[in-house]
């Protein structure tokens, strides 16, 4: 049984690295959340977002989204966090998603609420997206944007 499970781990292993998908940076500072809590830009190939995720994009949607972030959980700080080129393009692919986001997809069953602020602050700016909606962040939000979650 631990023979089969180790070569399943291996296998899978094998095939992110084969998706050349990025991986999410090493952070310098514990995160609020445990770090498998977070499940960065693991989606199918050719997809930017799936079933139960949502995408955050570096251009709005007038400008074609460019590189994507894609999550299932919540992050209380984008900071650590990067957007890789996805299927919308590579514009931005690199950069923080902190500050960075100018327009938000989401895949969820429940509303997705983009925070000025990190760690889920609403008191100076938030937005929420719809399930299965998407929108450009507001004016207050696009390029200021620190955290998110599902509601």
């Not at 570096?58 to 984008?78: E, H, L, R």
């Not at 299965?132 to 200021?144: M, P, R």
């Amino acid at each position: 049984m631990r023979i089969n499970r180790t070569a399943a781990v291996a296998v899978a292993a094998i095939g992110l690295v084969g998706t050349g998908l990025a991986m999410a940076p090493v952070a310098s500072a514990a995160p609020s959340k445990p770090a498998a809590a977070a499940k960065p830009a693991v989606v199918p190939p050719g997809h930017d977002c799936t079933a139960g995720w949502v995408c955050l994009y570096y251009n709005s949607s007038a400008y074609g989204w460019g590189a994507v972030f894609a999550t299932a959980a919540p992050i209380a700080d984008y900071q650590n966090w990067q957007f890789y080129a996805g299927k919308n393009g590579s514009a931005g692919a690199g950069l923080s998603v902190k500050n960075h986001a100018a327009a938000v997809d989401s895949w969820g069953n429940s509303t997705f609420r983009i925070y000025y602020n990190r760690n889920y602050n609403c008191s100076v700016a938030c937005q929420d997206i719809p399930a299965q909606g998407s929108a450009d962040l507001n004016s207050s939000l696009k390029n200021n944007n620190a955290s998110g979650k599902f509601l």
